[in-house]
């Protein structure tokens, strides 16, 4: 089936989803996104099935209005049925009545044909696919049909309820198996929050059975679920950004997220700050819980390595034209030289003028804060600090520079390698002479020059830009100087600061960025973002998302 999508703010020719089964409307509160889904629906007037979860399963007065919707079928059997009797307060009650009305039908139907034929089967109601489906969710319920309702009960229950007592996630899941029964032939089903009241570890399966219990079908989920809207298989993801009372007009993409993982690109589309690419994971780096603190007008996002911090910044920044938003990554240093971090920094990554993520506590600026903070003498906690670190230094000197020389051969043997050649024999003629070429013993002496004059001079930043060594917080006794007991309460100490979003958290921040050596006083461009705004921005969709 081919779907014209509504008008664009810009003028633009609407978009066509040509074939479509699965269209997944994403955007935040506020963009647009209700208002788009509804506009789609007036498209196909006697097509249109509308599921919301969230409304059916409260009592309400009013009444889904849309042809063969559960409303009005409910309605209409009513009127003519002497067995649906008595107020159903909502539509989840109305789609109960709706499953025992058809039933009993069946059922009379059957005993019927048993009287004029002896092979007549027991038929298989909706309500027999519906428990049935409900049961593969819910393995541990029973379903018991007794003087026309239906009752409940679970392992740990002797005694059967009602309907109305189950959980919101198993009222949601009857009501979608079931109502989805009752689309009229070729619907197109609207899906209103598919994701409510669903726990993410059946809500893909759910929906998966549900497209598969109606092929004929085509559905169009509106979500601001992360997970859910990148679930769907062979899916058509329209992100709506903005809508246009005056114009009656949105804003809106086609998404295309090929160029790198789902849940990576939902995320940031999720924000219009500026993003900022990281390494580690959400849970357990220090990365995820430190930078958010530090920089606080990007959005942050976790990718993993530093290969696919560059990788994803890459990409994202090669499609600026569609998302209008300035991105950045940011790396450990790592051995790098200044040559590697020149590279970097123009292709938008942040690299720190300290060796790794542990060394930034040890920055002046967020020791001597975090001194100030706890009521201790600044200077005399900072100078205690500086003479261990050059002292774990100096006796780590050889050590030190051993790993920095490793790094800069790997890297040159890398690049020198990377070259054509004609023969196995002309790589290993090459390949005997890098030794000479690279000069490891030469690095090494220089690198040993160039710590002895660091240690010697007392140089503490240039140390930090050096140091490789993750014990430095601890053997630094920083932690106890500031007046607390160890490494984690340090770093919690300075992570509380920045989320008390003072005067010292200003400091910390400033002393990082610097680190990284942006102005403290510009912020980020995003000037490019031309886009007419109302609402809420499709704002950190995660939630995943």
């Given at each position: 089936?081919?779907i014209?999508?509504?008008?664009?703010?810009?003028?633009?020719?609407?978009?066509?989803?040509?074939?479509?089964?699965?269209?997944?409307?994403?955007?935040?509160?506020?963009?647009?996104?209700?208002?788009?889904?509804?506009?789609?629906?007036?498209?196909?007037?006697?097509?249109?099935?509308?599921?919301?979860?969230?409304?059916?399963?409260?009592?309400?007065?009013?009444?889904?209005?849309?042809?063969?919707?559960i409303?009005?079928?409910?309605?209409?059997?009513s009127?003519?049925?002497?067995?649906?009797r008595?107020?159903?307060?909502?539509?989840?009650?109305?789609?109960?009545?709706?499953?025992?009305?058809?039933?009993f039908?069946d059922?009379?139907?059957?005993?019927?044909?048993?009287?004029?034929?002896?092979?007549?089967?027991?038929?298989?109601?909706?309500?027999?696919?519906?428990?049935?489906?409900?049961?593969?969710?819910?393995p541990?319920?029973?379903?018991?049909?007794?003087?026309?309702?239906?009752?409940?009960?679970?392992?740990?229950?002797?005694?059967?309820?009602?309907?109305?007592?189950?959980?919101?996630?198993?009222?949601?899941?009857?009501?979608?198996?079931?109502?989805?029964?009752?689309?009229?032939?070729?619907?197109?089903?609207f899906?209103?929050?598919?994701?409510?009241?669903?726990?993410?570890?059946?809500?893909?399966?759910?929906?998966?059975?549900?497209?598969?219990?109606?092929?004929?079908?085509?559905?169009?989920y509106?979500?601001?679920?992360?997970?859910?809207?990148?679930?769907?298989?062979?899916?058509?993801?329209?992100?709506?950004?903005?809508?246009?009372?005056?114009?009656?007009?949105?804003?809106y993409?086609?998404?295309?997220?090929?160029?790198?993982?789902?849940?990576?690109?939902?995320?940031?589309?999720?924000?219009?700050?500026?993003?900022?690419?990281?390494?580690?994971?959400?849970?357990?780096?220090?990365?995820?819980?430190?930078?958010?603190?530090?920089?606080?007008?990007?959005?942050?996002?976790p990718?993993?390595?530093?290969?696919?911090?560059?990788?994803?910044?890459?990409?994202?920044?090669?499609?600026?034209?569609?998302?209008?938003?300035?991105?950045?990554?940011?790396?450990?240093?790592?051995?790098?030289?200044?040559?590697?971090?020149?590279?970097?920094?123009?292709?938008?990554?942040f690299?720190?003028?300290?060796?790794?993520?542990?060394?930034?506590?040890?920055?002046?600026?967020?020791?001597?804060?975090?001194?100030?903070?706890?009521?201790?003498d600044?200077?005399?906690?900072?100078?205690?600090?500086?003479?261990?670190?050059?002292?774990m230094?100096?006796?780590?000197?050889?050590?030190?520079?051993?790993?920095?020389?490793?790094?800069?051969?790997k890297?040159?043997?890398?690049?020198?390698?990377?070259?054509?050649?004609?023969?196995?024999?002309?790589?290993?003629?090459?390949?005997?002479?890098?030794?000479?070429?690279?000069?490891?013993?030469?690095?090494?002496?220089?690198?040993?020059?160039?710590?002895?004059?660091?240690?010697?001079?007392?140089?503490?930043?240039?140390?930090?830009?050096?140091?490789?060594?993750?014990?430095?917080?601890?053997?630094?006794?920083?932690?106890p100087l500031?007046?607390?007991?160890?490494?984690?309460?340090?770093?919690?100490?300075?992570?509380?600061?920045?989320?008390?979003?003072?005067?010292?958290?200003?400091?910390?921040?400033?002393a990082?960025?610097?680190?990284?050596?942006?102005?403290?006083?510009?912020?980020?461009?995003?000037?490019?973002?031309?886009?007419?705004?109302?609402?809420?921005?499709?704002?950190?969709?995660?939630?995943?998302?």
């Amino acid at each position: 089936m081919n779907i014209i999508l509504p008008k664009k703010i810009s003028g633009e020719k609407p978009d066509i989803i040509n074939n479509a089964r699965r269209v997944t409307v994403i955007g935040a509160n506020g963009a647009g996104k209700t208002r788009f889904s509804a506009r789609l629906m007036e498209m196909f007037p006697h097509r249109a099935y509308k599921l919301s979860a969230l409304r059916a399963i409260f009592p309400t007065t009013s009444t889904n209005k849309l042809e063969g919707s559960i409303d009005m079928l409910y309605e209409e059997k009513s009127t003519m049925s002497h067995i649906i009797r008595g107020a159903a307060e909502s539509e989840f009650e109305r789609l109960i009545y709706l499953l025992m009305h058809d039933e009993f039908i069946d059922m009379l139907t059957y005993k019927a044909n048993l009287k004029t034929t002896e092979k007549a089967e027991m038929p298989r109601t909706r309500l027999d696919d519906v428990l049935h489906r409900w049961m593969e969710v819910f393995p541990q319920n029973r379903v018991l049909r007794f003087d026309g309702k239906l009752l409940f009960s679970n392992d740990s229950d002797d005694e059967p309820y009602s309907s109305q007592l189950l959980s919101n996630g198993e009222k949601a899941v009857l009501y979608y198996i079931g109502a989805v029964l009752y689309a009229m032939p070729d619907a197109v089903i609207f899906v209103d929050s598919p994701e409510i009241f669903l726990h993410h570890s059946i809500m893909q399966t759910l929906w998966n059975v549900i497209e598969e219990m109606r092929p004929d079908c085509t559905f169009i989920y509106n979500t601001h679920d992360i997970e859910f809207a990148s679930s769907r298989i062979d899916n058509v993801c329209v992100w709506v950004r903005n809508f246009d009372n005056t114009k009656d007009a949105w804003d809106y993409r086609i998404v295309s997220n090929s160029t790198f993982p789902d849940e990576i690109y939902f995320d940031i589309l999720g924000s219009r700050k500026p993003v900022l690419f990281i390494e580690g994971d959400e849970l357990h780096s220090i990365d995820s819980k430190l930078y958010p603190l530090i920089f606080t007008e990007y959005t942050v996002k976790p990718v993993g390595s530093c290969n696919k911090v560059i990788e994803v910044t890459r990409a994202f920044n090669d499609m600026q034209a569609f998302h209008h938003l300035d991105s950045h990554g940011l790396v450990d240093r790592d051995r790098r030289n200044e040559h590697e971090v020149a590279y970097l920094r123009q292709k938008k990554i942040f690299v720190p003028n300290v060796a790794e993520i542990e060394n930034l506590p040890m920055l002046e600026g967020v020791v001597r804060t975090v001194a100030r903070h706890y009521s201790r003498d600044e200077n005399r906690v900072f100078d205690k600090v500086k003479r261990a670190v050059i002292n774990m230094f100096r006796s780590m000197l050889k050590q030190q520079a051993l790993m920095h020389v490793r790094h800069s051969v790997k890297s040159n043997v890398e690049m020198r390698i990377d070259r054509r050649f004609q023969s196995i024999s002309a790589l290993e003629d090459h390949m005997s002479d890098l030794v000479y070429e690279i000069n490891p013993r030469g690095m090494y002496d220089e690198f040993c020059r160039q710590f002895h004059e660091y240690e010697q001079r007392g140089d503490y930043a240039a140390i930090l830009k050096v140091f490789n060594e993750k014990t430095i917080i601890n053997n630094s006794n920083v932690a106890p100087l500031c007046g607390l007991h160890n490494k984690d309460q340090y770093i919690k100490a300075i992570l509380t600061i920045l989320k008390e979003d003072g005067q010292d958290a200003e400091s910390i921040r400033k002393a990082v960025k610097e680190c990284f050596e942006i102005d403290t006083e510009t912020k980020p461009d995003n000037s490019t973002d031309k886009t007419p705004q109302t609402g809420n921005r499709l704002a950190q969709l995660t939630q995943k998302n």
